[in-house]
């Protein structure tokens, strides 16, 4: 959507035919049923008439004039054809509309303010909550009412997320967007489901393009991680069908998986794939992708993981243990300040991780660094790693750091290859979860301990006929 | 629940143990955390050591806590368990604590309140909205995490519904219970499904006690409503499968039904219905019923008949005219003082419309009255009678009124027998809503039309003869 | 297939319009191609220019010509619509003509004899069987190409099965359809369903019908047998969706039972019935009913037992015991005369059961008399008694002799009002069956065994004062 | 399964244990019974104290014993589970097993034969053909009874008609499966199902595997394949739930397409597909391909082609045509020794179709050779292409040859890239059927009928300048 483009809902037409008070809505609505007189049912508008950027903001205004009330199904639709079919600008200009109008009533909201000042009790504050709440609101719960509305707000807020940073104004219009998918995707109205080679291809297909940690790539990848020692699960909803929310995928492994190469090998045929099933006992969550970007900021995974866990245990009650293997995505920007010179030479080299003399070398240093990197706090915003944050917020532990357990190009380039296992054991699930919220407390391993122990001298030694090597 | 129940939440207990601001709440979560450590999982807590009425109250509060962020499901799950099995009076106990607490932080909420009152716009507008929002709906959002979550809060609703003129306080629970379920319930998310006699047992269960309007007597009379020449159909939604929100009955007839007698009659075998579902050129509908009470005040009825009549068309396309056949339940109420001493005497004869010169006498006069009634506006709010106020605004026309459309002694007490004929025709149906809307133009047939023209003197000596009679 | 077979058919209506070798099998379907050149699709065919039962034989002869192998599925449709609207006699002359001609060819299985006969091999014996196949057979199978031709075929052999006596010529035909329907309604095609309250009411109305054991009275009486202390299942065939091939319904209670009453009454709420439900340790069978008259002799009974006693054990691991609770239909019959005459003329008066000193003084004798009744076995031919043959025969074991089981007066008039265990044990269940195929040993109880071992002696002397008493 | 391996079915074991009259059978029950007794359930025999293939044919005498009456599906789910684990030797013995032993008693099978050949009646004929049924199929019925069963027969037979050359003696195997297979397999009981991107990954994968016609090159080609201008439907059977037994491939165009290329073209995005969609007057069917090798002889292309047919009818109002465009695999082998020799070497260099020059002199004389090559018949074969018979066998016509209608190198190897139009045309379908089946006539169109009109003189001068170019 280029710059010239969003000149055009500037144009007097942008400015709100429609008022604010509900008393100009009703005029508004005259407006439209002297339309629908004469013109019979609005698919029947000529549609060289009316501007369809107009017309979209048009029936939004009567989706909460009376005739929204009557009739509020099919002026929904029929928004819903206009919105499919307006270009961009016009979007633009309709998504403006929406924000900059549909505000609450200012005289009665103004009384309910001052009520509430001059007497802060119970009533009047229920009174301006009412009073506050946005018109705008109810616009689009009434625009959820066309067949697949919900499917179109959630692309809707996807559209206006991208739209953010120049069009500030259309701020409001997000909040109230995610405060509404925020109440209809509440967990309660999730499905989880299991995703396997019996699924219908269309939603497969979604995975595929949806997988953010470890790319699927293509049909036989993807049929390698649901075979036979591997779940996957995803959260659906209702009114989104054939739409993952979120989904995760497990491995069915013997000990706890510290590299992600053994995970996605795809080396095994099904009968050995049955018997590495039956022989598990730990449950690896190697990778979580949210998959809505009309979601963002919903949560859903920390619900996602944990029924899992309880569906795995149910499905296979031989399972000891529940881990993920997670990368570090923040790690190398955080650790290159903090390297010694040799290291960070080393580091530099294409295939450093290939010369065993090096990563040895460099092992251990980097495993106490990283541990440090994973316990350390931002103050007031607690872990700086982001997955780190989210698992240790969910009440796992941390529990193990796995030295060249990715040496994909983007492991190597986030982590210096490092994976990670958050172990989620249900004794200790809460009890970890209330002391990192209390104060940030991590909770971790004796491994993990031992690492953060560790001496920090003989680093620099280690690497002493390093250099001369390169 | 009785009087003597109530004393309960007045005690301590009912204070709310638990404070208003959010860094109390967080105080909560502490103490909540501190048990947690002790006692492991909340299960595992001795019911002896606490309340249970105390024991939901500080669940609730722990669902806003940091705890509800991370353990939500669970927290709601147990929260659920123990509301169920609470009695009448610690029930109310907890609905107290509820409505009386999880208000907005008074600070920020005052704060924001003068900031727009010195400048009100558009932001802080929506400071505002967001300062004043009821903590309380994000608790109900909460409790709806729990599997039947959103089943338990219908019938929480439909029980404080039965409370509220004796606890007044309960005002603002309801309130934030009605709006979210009108948001979780909207017509999006709803799924039309066609009931017959394939439908489970266990959902016909419910058509047999939620039927509103002809009573079906039984598993036989309900096969009858169920036959080839009728339709059912009700709207579901996806949290509470099996459980019917509304459903509506439609009876595939040659020519506009004028008599409950006939459509009710279980005369008719297989094949005949199927016969006459042929031949048939109009659909009635003759009951419509709302299911839920925790659903109160939230509108299905008008959504769902436009469906049905979508649905019918495609599946019937021979069907020419859409009607319903309904009652008029106020006219007795209205009419009394309207009539003539001699008509009042004729109607408190018991069987007055089995005798033929009786009834004739009184039919023309009553069939007048009745369209005065109908067409009779109060001021500011629109038609006297509840059903044609109701599908007036849905756009129906008035189209006919029966005489004797339904002589059980409901119908004869109601409406001395009178069943009238609303017409909803796709062509005009959102003409007739706009008038109405607009000033309570109520649209009518020619035939109503003829009736409110007639004229008022014969009525009289009409009844020349009668009084002798009896 | 030679032209001296059309002998056979020699009786008027058996009068072939239509001929019996293939040939002439040819130049039927000549005939009416040029039918259908002229008419176009059949369908089109005035109805008063054939009469209804020619067209039909004219189909299905027609079903097995060259036109049935290229548009099979629409004369079986078209033979189909006319089945269904000829009258009684027609569909019996159908039916004679169906079981008159259709035979093998006469040349090619008499060549096929004597090959056998002259050198009777593995070869000769698999081409003498397939010159002997009725060519009736493939026409069935052909008709089965029509939607709902399965369950026309049914329907088809349960009137079959009526007019057999009376037309012994249809045995042929009967013959050929058993064998068919027992193929096609192989335990392999078969599922097991749970019928409970969520059971479409369109299959849970067939329960009420077909129920032939302990008649349900009514929708009331069938959902206390399908209430949470209940279990019902029964076998479905795909090509009969919604139509229970037979069923079974099983009681969850605490030791086994003897009394039918006990097992119906409707006495306790959802809660007490959950609770039994949990706290049983017995599922006792008391009820097993075909469904289909159409599939006599095909026999479900057996596998739908023991699949039942396996879904169970999983569902309800407590299950400790197995059980039917059976009724004895032939005891009365086979007792009369080894009564004494006492007995007799106690058991004559009309409610000697609940005259507590004669049932006493009855007990004992007839205990005795049934445990003889129920191990006696006709020569050749098994178990005496039906339902003992049948239980015995799947592996069951004759476990206890109830005293006044079933005091309904069915129950009275069979047996006196006794009912019996039939214990159904994992451990047993092979071995007792092999016995009693071997040579009719019946696996039974302990208690049985004391029964049968009781001196007969005091029997008499019991009576001393009853004779008076009358 | 190499010649070695048939060794081991030779030695003793191979010889029945299991004699051949119901007596006998009797006594290998009689043993059985005393293993089940000794060893209690056969699961729990040790696996060293038998040999599996022998294990194997006792279960299967089993299966007719009467333990197999009492626990037939027990005893079938242990063949199945022990016949899965069989190695290909010992597999190749339980089959000749199968098909040497199981024969009719011959004593009965005799006295039947003598009594027909004494007196043909129907009564004597009924009578032999129940004597003649091999025991063999009840074996296989009851085989059928184990969870997978029908899947395990129909891989049985796809083994053994693999074998039946270097094994001639499992004819009678192989004939019995079929019997069944055709009779269980009967169109009444195949669902046909709408194949598109929302069904099964694991369905779709078949369709790779199995597509015969036009091979699927991976996932990408086989979403094309079920585009919105596509439809795909199969046939399946409720006993092998997501295993397609047939489907075909039809594309949604405007006129007849006459080029494979263009309907296998990746070019068109999914608002293009489904305009195409929209516009489309013709289905061309441009693949069919059978999927169960086990079901070999059993056909169902004709039934599937003709429901197609209809179904679109419904779903799309506006297709004008129904056709295939179909490959001609014959005609290079029958056309070779009737071509000029010009034209033979013309049609060797290796791109010949490329140069216009040369494939418009070729142009003429081919389509009139194809067109004689597929209205040709051999004499009581019928039509010599086997693609034509199918067609034509089910009435369609023979509509247009295409020049160059498949380029790829095996429509050049087959048929010097000539693909052909059989149209289905619901009117003449019937008549086309009776006129083919009475002495091969076959249905052509106008412009085939041309070709075959042609004068063939001018070949010769078309390639007058041809020979100097190569």
Chains 1, 2, 3, 4 share one sequence.
């Not at 069915?252 to 095994?268: E, I, M, N, P, Q």
Request: net charge neutral.
């Amino acid at each position: 959507m280029g710059e010239h483009q969003i000149a055009a809902p500037q144009k007097p037409e942008a400015k709100p035919v429609f008022a604010r008070s509900w008393m100009e809505r009703l005029r508004v609505s005259r407006f439209w049923s002297s339309i629908a007189d004469r013109g019979g049912r609005f698919a029947a508008l000529p549609a060289a008439n009316i501007d369809p950027g107009e017309r979209a903001r048009l029936l939004a205004a009567a989706l909460i004039s009376g005739r929204g009330e009557a009739s509020g199904a099919a002026v929904a639709r029929e928004l819903h054809a206009v919105l499919t079919a307006l270009d961009p600008p016009r979007r633009l200009g309709f998504y403006r509309y929406l924000a900059e109008n549909f505000q609450p009533d200012a005289e009665p909201l103004a009384a309910a303010a001052r009520a509430y000042l001059t007497e802060p009790t119970a009533g009047t504050a229920a009174r301006l909550a009412e009073a506050a709440e946005p018109v705008r609101q109810e616009v689009l719960r009434r625009m959820n009412m066309s067949p697949g509305g919900t499917a179109m707000l959630v692309a809707m807020r996807k559209e206006i997320l991208g739209l953010l940073r120049d069009h500030p104004a259309l701020q409001p219009l997000d909040a109230d967007l995610k405060h509404l998918l925020a109440s209809w995707f509440n967990r309660g109205f999730l499905e989880l489901r299991r995703i396997d080679w019996n699924t219908p291809a269309a939603v497969l297909d979604k995975l595929i393009a949806y997988e953010a940690v470890h790319e699927i790539a293509g049909w036989d990848d993807l049929r390698r991680r649901l075979a036979a020692d591997r779940r996957c699960f995803g959260f659906f909803h209702p009114a989104l069908p054939g739409e993952p929310l979120i989904f995760v995928e497990v491995a069915l492994v013997t000990g706890l998986a510290g590299s992600v190469k053994a995970l996605l090998a795809r080396d095994a045929g099904d009968d050995e794939q049955r018997a590495r099933a039956a022989a598990a006992d730990t449950a690896i969550f190697y990778s979580i992708s949210n998959c809505q970007d009309g979601l963002r900021g919903i949560s859903f995974g920390n619900f996602l993981i944990k029924q899992v866990v309880e569906e795995l245990r149910i499905e296979l009650p031989q399972l000891q243990r529940f881990s993920t293997l997670s990368p570090v995505p923040g790690f190398c920007a955080w650790a290159r300040a903090r390297l010694e010179e040799t290291e960070r030479a080393a580091l530099e080299r294409p295939d450093w991780w290939e010369d065993a003399q090096v990563s040895a070398a460099l092992q251990a240093p980097l495993l106490k660094l990283c541990a440090e990197y994973l316990t350390s706090v931002v103050k007031g915003k607690g872990p700086a790693d982001p997955v780190a944050k989210f698992h240790l917020g969910n009440g796992a532990r941390l529990e193990r750091i796995n030295w060249l357990g990715n040496v994909s190009p983007r492991g190597l380039a986030e982590s210096f290859g490092m994976m990670v296992n958050y172990l989620y054991d249900i004794a200790t699930i809460e009890a970890n979860h209330e002391a990192f919220v209390r104060d940030w407390t991590i909770a971790r391993s004796d491994e993990v301990e031992g690492l953060l122990a560790e001496a920090p001298a003989p680093r620099r030694r280690r690497f002493g006929g390093l250099a001369s090597r390169s």
